[in-house]
């Protein structure tokens, strides 16, 4: 491939190299540029462009090497996308297993459905979509500013720049919120409506920008506070007095912190649930010397809330600023700590951060093809630099996304068909970085615009384009790549760390895979399947059981009735054992009151099967309490089951796994993962069955989310 370079006052030279790499760009056709600034930085590129073109013609001898060390194989399934991307960096993925992607008309939205029912290979995901919003501009993309244009956007034509996911309990049911930033700078917060279908919003932050114009540092003309990138905190609890005068309570926060065209960060506080603009509890401002601030990231530790926020700049440089929220609101130091001061020209395209074990966080950064790794620590109000690490040119192209493991593993692609994972050393004398390409069959990996992990980062999602030989267009697709081994997600599983089932979709979803694969439940859980009492993981060995009886009867005609029979017996007593722990819990709220029927007759029914007798609180007789009405025979309905419910006249109805009624009224939530029915929080007659109940988001069960 020939590159012509036409300098003022010279001669045409043509350069014959198989890539070339100029100031963190490839371009295509000829770029005129000053022959002074040739003469500074142009030589250094085009030597470590050559080094690039040699570590790409021996990539494939250190593939196989890699994915041994990282026990990486990719995923069959591939997901296409029907629009084209203009920008890079357009996948995140949420700690609730939402994949969302941005592209030139509107944003999909991918939710990984993990069901013990479902035995199958492959991901089973509802996707939905956001289209490109009626009020935003179209067209020339003539307000964007030259140095936000500048290594970050692809096409000039508007669509979505980039998607940012919230941490959980931000939306009003306990989940996510998705953040989208178009061409045109439009900042918007979307929440998924009770249907799980259809997206609405929640806050348009042009609404809440508010800068005195004197203040401004562009005269090009554009708002102030035109956003080029942003993200989120996470989430932390401030205290409070409480309005009775009887100690503290907590609040839950949470920031946002978005970049602008003229170099200003603003940093937006918000009480949790984000519900509308009343949300926002602070707005503050950190004026940098930059002109264009190209990425962020905030440098997350133990320590709650977040130590600073890292700010990567066109020309290069990268700093940290410290960050003070208790007492009060966040407050940042008029000066920040510069951790990288080289200028090379390099445009900072990616950060991310991650806290250390002991103390001191990660923070890693791309700047065109290379990586930066930077471990700082904050004491005080400082922040102090303690080591850097830097690798050579690991791809051909600048690095178009980049993902930091829980592991702290860096995964970087390319617009090329490259892919590469960096392994950070901690040692005596520092840090240091060891790349190796990830063999992927470059076949299906093509011009990667992004990539993203799971929260326990099992898998990797990159999106990937191919080109259309008719028409010239760029498919998107999304491929997947699993980073543990079988050993590895099991530990995890039942780790006291792990937390719910609900908030682990990635390890579950990893387990169904394997298992429908193998037939069989891998080898390392099989012992939690018959623990007894069911007291260290019930709601794992309630799943487990799901899922065994579920590949047994795929067997068909080679299924054992004898084996099914024993595990749906298992299965009803850690089904009742759950009930139980649920109802200890209930009696154990000063806020639930005294429940009424059918949780009444739940207990008398459960103490008549001869569960709990001394666990279970003690009640009235169950006459005093009246059986539930069948709504289409007005027929009485006995309680048989703490699951199912029939009325006399065999009419068949679910049982709410949070009150134990009938659930009659439509809609009722269901359980992602074991398929479970819950009412709904405002079900009718949800009074006579203590509404404080319904409140929960957690299946009694599993623990799966109910929606």
Known sequence: MSFILIFEGTSTYTINIQQYLFFGCKFTNPIQIKW????????????????DIRMEDSSSSNATAANEKTSLSLHPQVIPLDHEACSVDIIDWSDDSRIAVATKKGVYCLSLLSSADHIDKNFKIQKTFIPLSAKTKGGSGANLSEGYRHGQVIATENGYRTVRWSPLECGANGRCLLTTLT???????????????????????????????ESAKSDDGLAKLFATDMQWSETFCKTKDCDTGDGFELDRHVM?????????????????PIIDHTSAAVQQQIETPSKCITCLAWVQDENNPPGGIAVGHLDGTISIWPIAVDPGSPTFPTTPTVIWKEQDLLAVTSMKSRPLEKSGSILVASKGPYVMCFEVQKSGDNITLLHTAWTDAIHPMPISGLALSTEHKIYTCCMGSTMTVTNIRRNESGLSLEAFPIDTKSSLLKRGYG??????????????????????VVKLQMNFLQLKAQEEVAAALVSPKAGSLG??????????????????????LQSILYEEPPMTHPHLQFFLLKLSIA??????????????????????RVTTFLAVKHIQSMFGREETGNPMSPLMRTIEWLKKEGHGNTDLPATTSV?????????????????????????????????????????????????????????SKTARGSREICPELLMSNSCTFCSGDLL
Do not use: M
């Open 623 to 679: 006459t005093e309490h009246p059986a539930e009405i069948c709504r289409l025979c007005q027929g009485p309905i006995e309680f048989e089951d703490v699951r199912a419910a029939r009325c006399k006249n065999g009419h068949s109805w679910e049982r709410c796994c949070l009150t134990f009624a009938a659930c009659q009224v439509v809609p009722y939530r269901k359980c992602k993962l074991c398929g479970a029915a819950a009412l």
């Open 36 to 51: 002074s600034l040739f003469l500074q930085t142009g030589v250094k590129y085009l030597k470590r462009a050559a080094q």
């Open 183 to 213: 061409l045109d700078h439009r900042l918007v917060l979307h929440c998924l409506q009770h249907s799980q279908l259809q997206w609405q919003e929640v806050l348009d932050f042009s609404a809440l920008e508010s800068t005195p114009k």
């Open 451 to 472: 990539i993203a992990r799971s929260k326990n980062s099992v898998f990797l999602g990159c999106v990937s384009g191919l080109t259309d030989t008719l028409n010239g």
């Open 551 to 572: 590949l047994e009867k795929e067997k068909e005609d080679l299924a054992d009735e004898g084996t099914v029979k024993d595990l749906e017996d298992k299965l009803e």
């Open 503 to 524: 908030h682990n979709i990635d390890l579950v979803e990893y387990v169904r895979q394997r298992s429908s694969s193998d037939r069989s439940l891998p080898p390392d």
């Open 256 to 272: 946002l912190a978005v970049a602008t065209s003229s170099g200003q960060v603003v940093v937006w506080g918000f009480k949790c």
